[in-house]
């Protein structure tokens, strides 16, 4: 049974970190890009970050560049998002996805509120 599973995340103040994990399980891992999406009240899902699946190329979205880390340990089946220097308007909930292109898995979500 495939499953993907979201956890990390809470409520911090403006400024503050959070890191998030996703660990799948019930398909390999290591063959598949992982992708962190996010989305807000009211707006679409929006891509946050990427990684390759043996973790050598990541990419990011340009309002999260320089504040956010996409990392992974193939060992662990698990993806993470370190969150810096947070600042309320990402508050969203936040999605993994495993993506081998015909095949692509979603978690459920874990909600982040930036908020003071």
């Known amino acids: 049974q495939v499953q993907v599973v979201e956890s990390g995340g809470g409520l911090v103040a403006p400024g503050g970190s959070l890191r998030l994990s996703c660990t799948g399980s019930?398909?390999?891992?290591?063959?598949?890009?992982m992708h962190w999406y996010r989305q807000a009240p009211g707006k679409e899902r929006e891509l946050v970050a990427s990684?390759?699946?043996?973790?050598?190329?990541?990419k990011y979205a340009d309002s999260v560049k320089g504040r956010f880390t996409i990392s992974r340990e193939n060992a662990k089946n698990t993806v993470y998002l370190q969150m810096n220097s947070l600042k309320p308007e990402v508050t969203a909930a936040y999605f993994c996805?495993?993506?081998?292109?015909?095949?692509?898995?979603w978690g459920q979500g874990t909600q982040v509120t930036v908020s003071s």
């Open positions: 996805n495993a993506d081998a292109g015909s095949y692509q898995y």
């Open positions: 990684i390759s699946s043996g973790g050598n190329s990541r």
């Open positions: 019930g398909f390999t891992f290591s063959n598949y890009f």
